[in-house]
């Protein structure tokens, strides 16, 4: 059982910034993919972003692109997103994801061998 520990979350005001970590109980080198994800209140999850090692490429929801950067450190075994220009429909409980051993679905949602962290909130303000 992998375990994957978000933090990073808080409160900011519109173009504001914040990073989140992953912290993996596992070797992250030896991932499929990892990806972050959001659910806002009275809506469905989505995916933010995920990197994909073995391809080389990392991947954004049209609304993030050019604001968030996703990244990986395998020495740490944790992955980030640096999330700037925030803004208040970026308001969400973010998830990260990983799977291992296994292909995942879009933005590496979980599959077979997957896990998902607890979230962490992230409040914008205007």
């Known amino acids: 059982q992998v375990q994957l520990v978000e933090s990073g979350g808080g409160s900011v005001q519109a173009g504001g910034s914040l990073r989140l970590s992953c912290a993996a109980s596992t070797y992250t080198s030896t991932s499929t993919c990892m990806g972050w994800f959001r659910q806002a209140p009275g809506k469905q999850r989505e995916g933010v972003a995920a990197?994909?090692?073995?391809?080389?490429?990392?991947t954004y929801t049209a609304s993030v692109k050019g604001r968030f950067t996703i990244s990986q450190d395998n020495a740490a075994n944790t992955l980030y997103l640096q999330m700037n220009s925030l803004k208040p429909e970026d308001t969400a409980m973010y998830y990260c994801?990983?799977?291992?051993?296994?292909?995942?679905?879009?933005?590496?949602?979980?599959?077979?061998?997957?896990?998902w962290g607890q979230g962490t909130q992230v409040t914008v303000s205007s």
């Open positions: 994801a990983a799977n291992f051993g296994s292909a995942g679905g879009a933005y590496c949602a979980p599959g077979l061998r997957g896990y």
């Open positions: 990197v994909f090692p073995g391809a080389g490429r990392t």
